[in-house]
């Protein structure tokens, strides 16, 4: 390890990766840490992508999907089941992923590319200069290095804590975080190319349960609820035990996945003097969905790409940096996320008859397309009295 | 204080995420308190497994 480069990268998971990867190609030296032994493990996350999302970044290849999505279910907290076939579920339908070989492959590029990856190396610090960011204080096998850099980016996960040491409130009310526990199970009789979704409040109370197949007769089963519903005897894992007996009971269970995912509104900002924080770390994943590797990817490699000029300017001042900033919040996805903030604050609040009454009227519909706008449209005419409540649901439309 | 049973705990982060005093870490496969925290028991009610206590001194 260094003691300086022009970027220096905290988290090995698929932000930092693009980060990494598009800064080290525009020729930057770059230097990546990760603080687990083993990049991509262990997995936190339902492994699901959006197809055309995922060839944004890099074409298909079989080593890390695991099984194209065809269908996708969704089934009303009163057992009724609404089928969405691919003309109509759109970007809802996609791959199923293996992230710990995902998440290798995509580290390994930006290694092949030249940055510099190092392990079981974790960022214990900020090195502050004159109130800015200036790198990081680095541990690894018991050795401290003082690793120096122009800008450094924070991709360190739901579980961030380098923004926040360099001044920055990353806390997520607990309304706002989904808990999760997930199984990947073994021996269930499920279709493998048809993903499942289960909402209710007896099912996961301000979240869904989901059925991602992995291969034949496999499967992430797995569940998100509110943080302010999870307590002593339901927690998340006391759901998914409850719906695993019920639906399953005689998988088998291979594997114990557990995560937070935020379903807060971004950080007010996401840049300061010489730092950009970029996927989970700027809770960036989308509010409905909880979905975050699209969200990761994008935000790192534009983080990488706003490095790149920065430094060709000679200025990597907040300013400086702040087209990552709104950059981000124009894209697709940034209006996605105003706008899916907005269904969740809605979503999350329904009881079960008005979860049955929306899901029944959008399956009586001769959809074109199935999205969120759909939801949107059907939420409303459901319950007409929401938009008054959220006037601001009406821009969406 | 914090009792973290770690006996329990799955190293997911979730609680380091909602901690409203950044007193908790999560150091590779272990889980940290610090002198910060203030027994507010918002991580007590996330931890997806049950693996943090708040115990009334």
Redesign the interface.
Known sequence: MKRQYDLLIIGGGPGGALAAKTAVEKGLSVCLVE???AIGA?V?CAEGIGKELLTDFLPPDPKWICTDIERAELIAPDGFSMLLEPRMAGNEVGYILDRKVFDRELIWKAAEAGAETYV?A?ATAPIMKDGAVAGAVIEQHGKIYDVHADIVIAAD?????FA?WAGIN?????RE?E???QYLMTGIDIDSQKTSFFLGNEVAPAGYVWIFPKGDGIANVGLGIG?GK???GH???DYLDRFVSRMFPDGKIIE?I???V?ICKPLPCTVADNMMIVGDAARISDPITGGGIYNAMYTGRLAGETAVNAIELGNTKKASLMPYDSEWRASKMGKALDRNYAVKEVFTKLSDEKLNTIIHSIAKLNLEEFSTLTLITELIRANPSLLLELKHLRSFL | MLNIRRDICGYCGACVSVCPEGALELIDAYLTVDHTCIDCGICEKVCPLGALEVIKE
Do not use: D
């Open positions: 603080k687990r032994p262990p936190r079981k974790r996960g739901i579980e961030s804590k926040r990353t806390t997520v009310p607990l975080i808990t999760c526990a943080g999870s307590g002593a927690r998340a894992k114990l557990i995560g937070g935020s």
